[in-house]
């Protein structure tokens, strides 16, 4: 696998903060494996967030690297059509709702949201 | 995966306990939710590709913290005897605890009585000091039989006790998660908390295997 400039690691391959990062850096694999796009094409999406992060005061690579990797996979997905912001945005509200909804110790499903 | 997601409680915020709700996750868990779940159900992502993909790299996060507690049990009478009186701050001595509003609790193994954790309700799981959770102990079969047959449970996964043996089965909940203090294996006199840290599996830390002794019994440099 390529390996990414900024990405956290140590001598045994990438670390991560939480499960969150761990899923969305999985994700990319899944995407980049099932010929969505080449890691070439990754690693543009992943520098545009990076670099403008950057140039916005992000000053501790290392702690937000997973944010700017989420937010490229966001905006890759956008553009290769795979879903679009208004969907996003509205199953981010499903998944907060259906957490509201779900009692404590329930798996928590997206039909709880309704 | 798919639509339905068992909650592991490891959101960065603080637990209200007033609230009966599902405590609610940070907003960047709430973006990776929302891409996993969409992308899952338009085909564009096999929940099977992903979850090996995830299996991969879940002893990634947090890597082998609670390896070295252990192993630091076992070199440090009196870290062990502060560990089994409150887990929670003698973790957070060592560094590893950087969330509030949970608790751990570490049980030792001996030769009278093994520890299994569970968590029957859902997957609550120490991962901040054991990573992310395999995909068995998130599974209703073993949720339910770590409880009806623990000792069943325990020979699928190679581990065959003593008759004499107790087996005794912690139930998490989300403001207590266990970690099991496996038995130092024999044969690891003189060895540094390194070497040791590294005979230490997670299996071992949720209880479902012991740790076994080196295979030689020369030190490991």
Redesign the interface.
Same mark, same amino acid.
């Given at each position: 696998m390529t390996n990414f400039l900024y990405q956290p690691k140590?001598a045994?391959?990438?670390?991560?903060?939480?499960?969150?990062? #761990?899923?969305?850096?999985? =994700?990319v694999?899944?995407?980049h494996?099932?010929g969505?796009f080449t890691w070439l094409e990754w690693a543009n999406y992943l520098t545009v967030k990076i670099e403008s992060a950057q140039a916005q005061g992000d000053a501790d690579i290392g702690d937000t690297y997973?944010?700017h990797w989420?937010s490229a996979?966001?905006a890759i #997905?956008q553009e290769k059509k =795979?879903?679009d912001v208004s969907?996003?945005v509205q199953?981010?509200e499903?998944?907060?709702s259906a957490?509201?909804?779900?009692?404590?110790?329930?798996?928590?499903?997206?039909?709880a949201s309704v | 995966m798919s639509?339905?997601?068992?909650?592991?409680h490891?959101h960065?915020h603080d637990h209200d306990h007033d609230?009966?709700?599902?405590?609610?996750?940070?907003e960047?868990?709430?973006?990776?939710?929302?891409?996993?779940?969409?992308?899952i159900e338009?085909g564009?992502?096999?929940p099977e590709?992903?979850n090996e993909?995830?299996d991969t790299?879940?002893h990634?996060?947090?890597?082998r913290n609670g390896a070295q507690v252990v192993a630091k049990a076992w070199t440090s009478a009196e870290f062990r005897q502060a560990l089994l009186t409150d887990a929670t701050d003698a973790v957070a001595s060592l560094g590893f605890m950087g969330r509030q509003g949970e608790h751990l609790k570490v049980v030792a193994n001996s030769d009278d009585v093994h520890n299994l954790v569970v968590c029957t309700?859902?997957s609550c799981y120490p991962?901040t000091v054991l990573g992310?959770p395999p995909a068995w102990y998130k599974s209703a079969p073993y949720r339910s039989r770590a409880v009806s047959e623990p000792r069943a449970v325990l020979a699928e996964f190679g581990t065959h006790l003593a008759d004499t043996t107790r087996v005794q089965v912690w139930d998490s909940t989300?403001e207590l998660r266990y970690l099991v203090l496996p038995q130092r294996p024999a044969g690891t006199e003189g060895w540094s908390e390194a070497q040791l840290a590294e005979l230490v599996t997670r299996n071992a830390m949720i209880g479902v295997e012991v740790v076994n002794p080196p295979e030689t019994n020369e030190v490991r440099g």
């Open positions: 140590d045994n391959g990438p670390v991560f903060k939480a499960p969150w990062e #761990a899923t969305a850096f999985s =994700l694999i899944a995407l494996k099932s969505t997973y944010e989420l996979l966001e #997905a =795979l879903t969907e996003l199953r981010i499903q998944w907060r957490y509201l909804n779900t009692p404590h110790g329930q798996a928590v499903e997206l039909n | 639509n339905s997601e068992d909650h592991d490891d960065d609230h009966d709700h599902t405590a609610l996750p940070s960047l868990e709430l973006r990776v939710k929302a891409l996993e779940s969409l992308l338009k564009l992502v096999n590709t992903l993909i995830i790299y879940e990634r996060v947090g890597p309700l859902c991962w992310l989300a």
